[in-house]
């Protein structure tokens, strides 16, 4: 990791990270990197996490930042190294892969979250029903059997928790995001 800091310091704007599209997950943890390396890297949008991992693996780019799921396989290969992982602590699949924050990059973790939103103005009866419902399915989906059941299995290897927030606390999620990163 220090080398592509210390790179990319000496030659600004000249080296590139590959992301699955512009305002992906990938694309934002870009921007977070030099917002906190204090660099400024080239984001190379792909069309999609599949086509950037095959570009980095050709040598298309210099890095990038892929879920764990994208890159492992290729890890495990040897066909790209692994500098770090944007948690807070290691990964139990790669535990000799540094933190982020070990490699340098103090408060570099990304915890990647997606959100169940409705246009402004959707009629109270509808948010609420559609609450309902997210809640009943999320409910199920977080009980470890169902995990088993549809072939997710995989995300407790992964280390994935599936949290329901909902309403203002979802709000709130977002303006404390904002905050955070501002």
């Known amino acids: 990791m220090a080398d592509i800091i210390a790179a990319a310091k000496a030659r600004p704007e000249t080296i590139s990270y590959g992301?699955?599209?512009v305002g992906s997950p990938g694309h934002l943890c870009g921007i977070l990197f030099d917002h906190i390396a204090g660099t400024r890297?080239?984001?190379v949008p792909?069309?999609?996490?599949?086509?950037?991992?095959?570009?980095?693996?050709?040598?298309?780019h210099d890095f990038g930042f892929s879920p764990m799921g994208t890159v492992l396989t290729h890890v495990q290969a040897g066909t790209i190294r692994?500098?770090?992982?944007?948690t807070k602590t290691r990964a139990r699949e790669l535990?000799?892969?540094?933190?982020?924050?070990?490699?340098?990059?103090?408060?570099?973790?990304?915890?990647?979250?997606?959100?169940?939103?409705l246009p402004?103005?959707?009629?109270?009866?509808?948010r609420a029903r559609l609450g309902e419902v997210s809640a009943r399915g999320g409910r199920r989906l977080c009980r470890p059997q169902s995990c088993t059941k549809s072939g997710w299995s995989g995300l407790r290897r992964q280390q994935v928790t599936i949290?329901?927030?909902?309403?203002e606390r979802l709000r709130a999620r977002c303006q404390l995001q904002d905050a955070r990163h501002r």
């Open 19 to 21: 992301t699955g599209g």
């Open 41 to 43: 890297t080239v984001p």
């Open 46 to 60: 792909y069309r999609g996490g599949g086509p950037q991992m095959l570009a980095l693996v050709a040598g298309e």
């Open 82 to 86: 692994a500098l770090g992982v944007a």
């Open 95 to 117: 535990p000799n892969v540094p933190s982020m924050i070990e490699a340098g990059l103090p408060n570099f973790e990304v915890l990647n979250w997606d959100g169940f939103v």
């Open 120 to 126: 402004a103005g959707t009629p109270a009866p509808i």
């Open 163 to 167: 949290t329901l927030i909902l309403g």
